[in-house]
């Protein structure tokens, strides 16, 4: 594999013809860039060594991802490193994204700055933006939910997309039964940060349901059959024996029964225990002052 480093004036003058692919808050000035036969990089100061190490890692993570699809990739993607994360934020558009994709324009933008530290990583991401644009040249209309959830199954988890997640929303809606209708996360997730986080990993559990009840080869049929033509809706039905609002009741039946009680507490067991000092010492704190107005009460007696 060769690779190349693009010399900054070549670079800019290439990033400007870029600027209708790149996001408008990129700064061409201070970037530099570097290419090999399977990708191009653009990365800020500072980022360097994650330019290289994408460079080394893509060839194998193209491979393997190919592979679990069963489908080709047959661009050469662009990639740019960000190492601010207020820059990125404006990119991005929201304060939990680390990473994301724009098959259109066969892009990806990372965060840098948060991919490169831990739990977060490099190679989870890169696989997680490039199962989206390999998704996408074969199936351009797919549901956002399983587009989601796919590429989080073939990644294997949150932590490389979500910034800043302290709790699970899927257990707070287990609990709760506010589940969000996957009717409803067909053509995007919603803005606010607790319901976005909860689209993420209900449509994450479900994709990991259906290929644990139903097996991978019948997801991989599912999506070639939307691949040759069909919707999701005429795919699903010609693969799974039950109807989406059938399985979705099923998984929603099925999180309930993995998540009680018990596992609430043990999330939730720091805010409980505090809630319950605070009461103690609210109780305790209304004792003394009935007590001293008894105290005042048998005074005036006397």
Known sequence: MIIKKILPKTLTILFLTLLCVLPQHADAETMRGMESSYVTIFYEPGAAPGAEKVINIYPEIRTKTQALFGKIYSQKPLIVLINDRERFIQMAGHPITVAYAVPSKNLIVMDYSIVSTRPFSLETTLIHEFCHLLLHEHIPNIPTWLDEGLCQWASGGLDEIIYNRRQSALNR?????????FENLTSGFPRSKTARILAYEQSKSFVTYMVREFGQEKLLDYLDRMAHGNTAHEAFHQVYPIGLEQMESRWQDSIR???????????????????????????????????????????FEE
């Open 173 to 181: 809606a287990s609990a709760s039964g506010q589940f969000i209708p």
């Open 257 to 299: 029964k993995d998540y009680n009680w018990f596992t609430y507490f043990s999330n939730h067991v720091h805010e409980i225990l505090f809630v319950a000092g605070a009461l103690l010492t609210v109780i305790a704190f209304l004792k003394v002052i009935i007590k001293k107005r008894r105290y005042k009460d048998d005074d």
